[in-house]
């Protein structure tokens, strides 16, 4: 996983510097959210932000926004180069670099949707997501979406917060 996102830093290093933003501020907060705020009126209960178990931690960058979940949290302030030379090396860290290099290539046109869905569409997205890994082939269950791919396929992961049925396949 490290690999990941090392490789990931390293093109955010070449886009940033491509676009001259390394010097550009970066704010990132996180703060306790009510479920409404953060992910509006789910049709379920199974979301770890909703157990208290996770903060969301979002990212600013020229009015452009981006998310991150994580289970360690608190605020950091620093331009993008700060964020891309950090030490990745806890979940408060990768949620920096992943809620900052949301906002980033938002703030870019590159990417959408960099902010949690809400409301009806976490099971939207939850089919979505099915649909996409049966395609690809690989899953990493997290709550609703975890839910769904049981359905879908027929039982084999069990248990929506992170863990799985001994002896279920990754």
């Known amino acids: 996983m490290v690999q990941v996102y090392e490789n990931l830093k390293k093109e955010m290093f070449r886009i940033s510097g491509d676009q001259k933003l390394l010097s550009e501020p970066v704010m990132v ?11 509006g009126s789910p049709e379920t209960e199974d979301f770890p932000l909703q157990k208290g178990r996770e903060k969301l931690m979002q990212a600013e960058f020229f009015g452009a926004v981006g998310q991150a979940f994580a289970d360690r949290y608190g605020d950091f302030e620093g331009v993008l180069e700060d964020v891309l030379k950090m030490n990745i090396e806890n979940n408060f860290r990768r949620a920096v670099f992943v809620a900052t290099m949301n906002a980033v290539l938002r703030h870019l046109g590159r990417i959408g949707s960099t902010v949690h869905c809400r409301d009806k569409e976490p099971a939207e997205c939850a089919e979505e997501l099915a649909a996409y890994i049966q395609r690809r ?33 990754r």
């Open 29 to 39: 907060r996180a703060r306790v959210l009510t479920t409404e705020e953060a992910i």
């Open 137 to 169: 082939g690989r899953w990493h269950e997290d709550g609703l979406s975890g839910r769904r791919f049981e359905f879908q396929c027929e039982g084999r992961i069990k248990g929506l917060d992170f863990s799985l049925e001994e002896g279920s396949r």
